[in-house]
């Protein structure tokens, strides 16, 4: 009489046991997806649905209470045949390239003074992030007010210290106009490069420096040969996101200037706001939008690029 082996038929047993919550949360690939749900919905909801959104409202000819009517590319092309749209676009790269290569050179002297030791320092940091984490508005409210042609504070001091004779209209003159709004955004920007170099530079083995110096390297050296090339990711990857910020400002140059005068400071969030919100156009307002993507992209995709080279 044939007998069947008891080994076998528990693993059958085994191998047919009821699904159970407890048993799918506990393994790696369902809890990794259930950890990353929360994250993609915020994704799909706030990034991904107005993203696709924006390029349907492009192909549009949509105006505020009324149904679209599908154009096509024809935005675009209205677009290029605009000399206010080039004018924005000219802003926005000069805007963009001015303020973070300051940013960039202020925030990593500042990174450099702060990773030294002195009295105090701990309580200094704290003051160099007060420009990063004012709210927007309320200082740029606060920078009107300086510039102001009655009441600055800035020509009170060139004035009575015998600079000039007479003040600016720093805000009526289209050149001053774009000064002074790299001037603002420097400003607010240059502790976020300041602190995210400063953790890089803590990175960096003191052993560094000091084999450097007893091979004789002066000061100059160490940091182009020593701190440079190790700090070079970090800055790659915070020009990275402050690039993307500059480019797509609107808070900032929206209250101190309203993209004025004559748009000498008008750039691309500014102006889709007034064609899309103001004028009414919504089509035309999302294609001004996205025609800052292929440039940011451009960019992110070189920066990548480099940095994966590196």
Do not use: C
Not at 218 to 238: A, C, E, N
Request: aromatic share 14%; charged share 10%; net charge positive.
């Amino acid at each position: 009489m044939a007998v069947r082996p008891e080994p076998l038929a528990r693993a059958a047993s085994l191998g047919g046991r009821a699904f159970t919550l407890r048993g799918a949360v506990e393994r790696e690939g369902i809890f990794s997806w259930l950890m990353l749900a929360p994250g993609i919905l915020f994704l799909l909801g706030f990034v991904a649905y107005p993203f696709f959104y924006g390029i349907f409202l492009s192909l549009q000819e949509r105006r505020v209470a009324a149904p679209g009517i599908f154009v096509g590319l024809a935005n675009f092309v209205t677009l290029g045949h605009d000399p206010v749209f080039w004018q924005v676009t000219r802003n926005t790269f000069v805007y963009t390239i001015a303020t973070t290569a300051l940013k960039l050179v202020g925030g990593l002297a500042m990174a450099l003074v702060m990773n030294q030791a002195f009295r105090g320092k701990n309580l200094a940091r704290a003051f160099l992030l007060l420009p990063f984490i004012v709210p927007t508005v309320l200082s740029t409210v606060a920078w009107m007010w300086i510039f102001d042609p009655t009441f600055s504070v800035i020509n009170w001091l060139l004035v009575h210290g015998g600079v000039i004779k007479s003040g600016f209209s720093w805000l009526g003159n289209a050149t001053l106009a774009m000064v002074s709004i790299i001037a603002v955004n420097t400003w607010r920007g240059m502790p976020f490069y300041g602190i995210t170099l400063l953790a890089g530079l803590q990175t960096i083995s003191p052993e560094l420096y000091e084999a450097a110096a007893i091979d004789g390297a002066s000061g100059r050296q160490r940091f182009r040969y020593v701190t440079l090339p190790l700090l070079k990711p970090v800055m790659i990857i915070v020009t990275m996101f402050s690039v993307i910020f500059t480019f797509s400002d609107f808070q900032l140059v929206y209250t101190l200037t309203g993209g004025g005068t004559a748009n000498a400071t008008n750039i691309f969030a500014v102006y889709a706001f007034q064609s899309g919100m103001n004028g009414g156009q919504l089509g035309l307002g999302a294609a001004i939008a996205l025609s800052m993507l292929p440039a940011l992209a451009l960019v992110i995709v070189a920066l990548t690029l480099y940095l994966r080279r590196e």
